[in-house]
Each structure stands twice: as structure tokens, then as C-alpha cells.
């Protein structure tokens, strides 16, 4: 098992371009989410989905949508990026909720 | 609203010192609690604890909850430089599957 997967590594983008980070998991977890992390900041979730075409705001959604068509894969947009959006994120999955697993992250830097 | 507070956050020690991480949390419907160690890339799981006062134990790593004090403590013995990481600690609430809410960790740096 791949586990979960994340693309791109590394990424930078102009103020206004817009991008999807992919994810991915091979585990047939019904739940998924994508979180940010800033330094000292922990890890902040931005949206959540406990199953395909089912999802849910977290804490710092704006700016960025998701959607999940099937279980496998949930994509994160950032619709116009922002500096504001420079952080790293990271994705995981979750059979019953808790115990979350998380992807080798995207660092992505907005100029 | 719901918060998960972690202490210290900062620490550094030598190495064979022994460890004690803090988290406090105040949270409705609290499910679990989970600590995660974090080195330089993702968090990876350490133990998910929903019983009060039973230690869960995975080598010179340790930890117990407290939920009548709404606490967990994350020992770690005779640490080793390896041991040097962010240790994250995340409650999850029953009402709301999938998701967790994170503290802002500790940052534990092992001197040899």
C-alpha cells in the first residue's frame, strides 16, 4: 500500500494563479481531510469529508474549495492564491475518524 | 469554543534525561485524544488514548489520560537525540468524524 500520496512536493505560484493540490489514498478510508501548517501554529484544517461527495468546511476554509467525487481522492483548490496561502499542507485519511494518517505534505510558497 | 493546549512549548534537554509533554483540552463531546510526533515532515501516530488512567506504552515512550482533570501526559525515558521533534497532541470530538483539532505542540530538542 502507497498509503496517502500528495502532489505536488513543492510548489510556487504568482498572487491571483490558481492550483490543485492532489491527494490520494489507497486504504479505502472513508474519511479525509486536508490541513495547513504554519510555524508555531500547530495544524489547522481547512476542510474535511467523511465520505464520497461529502464535505464540510473546518476551521480556515476561505479561499480554498474541495470536492470529493470518489473515495479515493480528495483535491484541495486554492482559487486565487493569496501570500497569506504560503504554508505547508498536508492530507490525510482516516478509517473511523480518529486515528488520522497523513501524506509527505506540499510545501507551497504564494509570491 | 474548543481548545487544546499544550505545554511546554518549547524544551531542551540531554540526552538519558526523562520527559514530561503536557495537553489540556476543553471540548464537547470529547471522543479521544491522540498524540502524533512530527520530524521535519508529516506527523506520524503515536497513540490514541479514550480511557481514563490506563497507560498506553510503546517502548521508552509512554502516555495516560485524565478526563475528569481534561488532561494527557506524554512521557518519554532516557531520551535519545532521535527523540528530537515536535510532539503534536489532537482531540477528536464524536460529533464531528474526520476531523481533529490540533494543539500548537511542543518542540522537544535532545542534546547528546
Known amino acids: 500500500n502507497a498509503g496517502v500520496t500528495q502532489t505536488p512536493k513543492f510548489q510556487v505560484l504568482k498572487t491571483g494563479q490558481s492550483m490543485t493540490l492532489q491527494c490520494a489514498q489507497d486504504?479505502?478510508?472513508?474519511?479525509m481531510s486536508w490541513y495547513r501548517q504554519d510555524p508555531g501554529m500547530g495544524l489547522r484544517l481547512i476542510h474535511y469529508?467523511?465520505?464520497?461527495?461529502?464535505?464540510d468546511q473546518g476551521e480556515v476554509p476561505n479561499g480554498y474549495n474541495v470536492s470529493r467525487s470518489t473515495t479515493e481522492d480528495f483535491p484541495l483548490r486554492l482559487l486565487s492564491a493569496a501570500p497569506s496561502q504560503t504554508s505547508v499542507y498536508f492530507c490525510?485519511?482516516?478509517?473511523?475518524?480518529?486515528?488520522?494518517?497523513f501524506g509527505p505534505g506540499t510545501r507551497l510558497t504564494v509570491l | 469554543e474548543d481548545k487544546v493546549v499544550q505545554s511546554p512549548l518549547s524544551l531542551v534537554v540531554h540526552e538519558g534525561d526523562t520527559v514530561t509533554l503536557n495537553c489540556s483540552y476543553e471540548?464537547?463531546?470529547?471522543?479521544?485524544l491522540l498524540w502524533y510526533k512530527q520530524e521535519k515532515k508529516a506527523p506520524t501516530f503515536l497513540f490514541m488514548l479514550?480511557?481514563?488512567?490506563i497507560e498506553k506504552k510503546s517502548g521508552r515512550l509512554s502516555s495516560i489520560l485524565d478526563k475528569k482533570e481534561l488532561f494527557s501526559i506524554l512521557n518519554i525515558t532516557a531520551t535519545q537525540t532521535g527523540d528530537s521533534a515536535v510532539y503534536l497532541c489532537?482531540?477528536?470530538?464524536?460529533?464531528?468524524?474526520?476531523?481533529?483539532?490540533f494543539g500548537r505542540g511542543t518542540q522537544l530538542t535532545v542534546w547528546p
Open positions: 490525510a485519511s482516516s478509517k473511523w475518524g480518529d486515528t488520522q494518517y
Open positions: 486504504m479505502n478510508h472513508e474519511y
Open positions: 469529508s467523511v465520505g464520497a461527495g461529502i464535505t
Open positions: 471540548v464537547t463531546n470529547f471522543r479521544s
Open positions: 479514550t480511557s481514563s488512567g
Open positions: 489532537a482531540v477528536h470530538r464524536g460529533s464531528t468524524l474526520g476531523r481533529l483539532y
